[in-house]
């Protein structure tokens, strides 16, 4: 059974940084592309990051270009966000990401519907 954990989460003030982290179980982490996500309150579920499975490829949403980072540890199966320079428009839950089926070394998605397994989310509150 696929299992996606996040942790990281938390209160920060406005210019601060955070890492979240996506710890993964149940299958070869390698052969998946894995994408990050957020949704604000009454707002819908956006991409944030997304990363191909060989993790040379990578996307960025442009509300956080240049201020966070995606990468993966395919050794310990896990995905991390860095997020740095924080903005109080950045505050929402954050969830990762990872398809059912295999996909191309360079591929990755920003749909979430090509998206099958997702997990519990983690809170991030950012203050002005």
């Known amino acids: 059974q696929v299992q996606l954990v996040e942790s990281g989460g938390g209160l920060v003030q406005a210019g601060g940084s955070l890492r979240l982290s996506c710890a993964t179980s149940?299958?070869?982490?390698?052969?998946?592309?894995l994408g990050w996500f957020r949704q604000a309150p009454g707002k819908e579920r956006e991409p944030v990051a997304a990363i191909s499975s060989s993790g040379g490829n990578t996307y960025y949403a442009d509300s956080v270009k240049g201020r966070f980072t995606i990468s993966r540890d395919n050794a310990v199966n896990t995905v991390s966000l860095q997020m740095n320079s924080l903005k109080p428009e950045d505050t929402a839950v954050y969830y990762c990401?990872?398809?059912?089926?295999?996909?191309?070394?360079?591929?990755?998605?920003?749909?979430?519907?090509?998206?099958?397994?997702w997990g519990q989310g983690t809170q991030v509150t950012v203050s002005s």
């Open positions: 149940g299958r070869t982490f390698s052969l998946y592309h």
């Open positions: 990401a990872a398809p059912r089926y295999i996909s191309g070394r360079d591929f990755y998605s920003t749909e979430k519907e090509d998206y099958d397994y």
